[in-house]
T-cell receptor
Framework: KAGVTQTPRYLIKTRGQQVTLSCSPI?????VSWYQQTPGQGLQFLFE???????NKGNFPGRFSGRQFSNSRSEMNVSTLELGDSALYLC????????????????FGNGTRLTVT | AQKITQTQPGMFVQEKEAVTLDCTYD???????LFWYKQPSSGEMIFLIY??????QNATEGRYSLNFQKARKSANLVISASQLGDSAMYFC??????????????FGKGTRLHILP
């Protein structure tokens, strides 16, 4: 079974631009979560999608948005990029059956490393 | 609010020795899951082991075991017979089982483990 696939692997953008990151979950997984990882803040939750609906959202500004398609693939968009958005963005999928399914682990992709100059 | 604490920012261990990585958590939810992940320098997050709050026995997966002390809210990871390839960042994570509220997985700050030859 193929793992979680994130594209692209690396991105370099300039301030003010926007960027779209893509994530294909493990086949059969309906939940997709996004995390931002930086040396200073660690792993911070961005949002989670389940069956095309945003189910949870972290404390990030509205410049960060996402969506999920009917095939469970997900995209994350960051508009008006700032230097502080430089980070490793990790996508993870889960085989859970629904909210409250606390025993489902996240399966992560290799991440997209975004550098904003 | 749920919280994960990893008090060891870094550890150095001799190859073939056992190592214990500490993790304490805080939650008021009786239903929750605890997870450990390994992140090598390449960036991918690898799921290692899971422990449910109602599990009577400590979880084991090969060389990994979880020392679960529910009353102390502790979920330490034990790696037996450490190998050079175990050098990585290790994250403890938790997910609550609240069906009607925020149930995202949260992560600790991590422990960087160095295995010495």
């Amino acid at each position: 079974k193929a793992g979680v696939t994130q594209t692209p692997r690396y991105l370099i953008k300039t301030r003010g631009q926007q960027v779209t990151l893509s994530c294909s979950p493990i086949s059969g997984h309906r939940s997709v979560s996004w995390y931002q990882q930086t040396p200073g803040q660690g792993l911070q939750f961005l949002f989670e999608y389940f069956s095309e609906t945003q189910r949870n959202k972290g404390n990030f500004p509205g410049r960060f948005s996402g969506r999920q398609f009917s095939n469970s693939r997900s995209e994350m968009n960051v508009s008006t990029l700032e230097l502080g958005d430089s980070a490793l963005y990790l996508c993870a999928s889960s085989p859970e059956g629904g909210r409250g399914d606390y025993n489902s682990p996240l399966h992560f992709g290799n991440g997209t490393r975004l550098t904003v100059t | 609010a749920q919280k994960i604490t990893q008090t060891q920012p870094g550890m150095f261990v001799q190859e073939k020795e056992a190592v214990t990585l500490d993790c304490t958590y805080d939650t008021s939810d009786p239903s929750y899951g605890l997870f450990w992940y390994k992140q090598p320098s390449s960036g991918e997050m690898i799921f290692l082991i899971y422990q449910g709050s109602y599990d009577q026995q400590n979880a084991t997966e090969g060389r990994y075991s979880l020392n679960f002390q529910k009353a102390r809210k502790s979920a330490n990871l034990v790696i037996s017979a450490s190998q050079l390839g175990d050098s990585a960042m290790y994250f403890c994570a938790m997910r609550e089982g609240r069906k009607n509220r925020d149930d995202k997985i949260i992560f600790g700050k991590g422990t960087r483990l160095h295995i010495l030859p």
